[in-house]
Structures are given as structure tokens and as C-alpha cells.
Nanobody, 121 residues
Framework: QVQLVESGGGSVQAGGSLRLSCEAS?????????MGWFRQAPGKEREVVAR???????SYARSVMDRFTISKDNAKNTLFLQMSSLEPEDTGVYYC??????????????WGQGTQVTVSS
């Protein structure tokens, strides 16, 4: 079992920045697996924002590319999402996820409880 706890959400004006954190505990192994961030806007389905494979390979949703950066501190078992140039369309609940592979991320594995990000215009 893996437990994921997000933090760092909040309210910010458009153009601002936020950094989300996700601390993992339990049966974690930095030599395998995939972690990532999803978000769900009001009235919309949950969507993937960014993914990070254990070997450091990253992928991003087109809407956040060049604005968001996913990273991980393996020593602290903590995943980060640095968000810059935030737009009102980035508003939503952000979830941390972990799975055995990036293909499985979001359909199986583990989820955090979510943290709210609100971007005002």
C-alpha cells in the first residue's frame, strides 16, 4: 500500500505561480513505477496534467507544456508540480497518483485526496 498526501494548493491571480507537493509513504520504491498529477475542473472529467517515470522521463498535457514542471525528490519520497503563468483554466482539484507504470497511472494504483487550485482573472 502507498499513501499519498498533497499540499500546496491555494488561490492565485492569473499569471502567478504555485508549487504542489505530494508526499508518498508506505511501500514505495524509487527504482520503478510512475507518478503524476491529474486535475478535475468543475463539471469536467479528471485529466492527466503531467507524469514522471522512475527513470526521470516526463510527459505533459499540451495545455500545460512550458508552464508546469514535474519533479521528484527521491530522498524525501516527494513529488512536485511547479506551476507558472497560471490561467483561470487551470482551476480545479489537483490529485497526485502513483502506479506501477505510466500506462496504468490513473486507471489503477493509488490516489491522494486532492488539493484545490483556484486561479482568478
Amino acid at each position: 500500500q502507498v499513501q499519498l498526501v498533497e499540499s500546496g494548493g491555494g488561490s492565485v491571480q492569473a499569471g502567478g505561480s504555485l508549487r504542489l507537493s505530494c508526499e508518498a509513504s508506505g511501500s514505495t520504491d524509487n527504482r520503478r513505477g510512475c507518478m503524476g498529477w491529474f486535475r478535475q475542473a468543475p463539471g469536467k472529467e479528471r485529466e492527466v496534467v503531467a507524469r514522471l517515470l522512475f527513470d526521470g522521463t516526463t510527459s505533459y498535457a499540451r495545455s500545460v507544456m512550458d508552464r508546469f514542471t514535474i519533479s521528484k525528490d527521491n530522498a524525501k519520497n516527494t513529488l512536485f508540480l511547479q506551476m507558472s503563468s497560471l490561467e483561470p483554466e487551470d482551476t480545479g482539484v489537483y490529485y497526485c497518483a502513483a502506479a506501477g507504470s505510466c500506462v496504468a497511472l490513473g486507471t489503477s494504483g493509488y490516489w491522494g485526496q486532492g488539493t484545490q487550485v483556484t486561479v482568478s482573472s
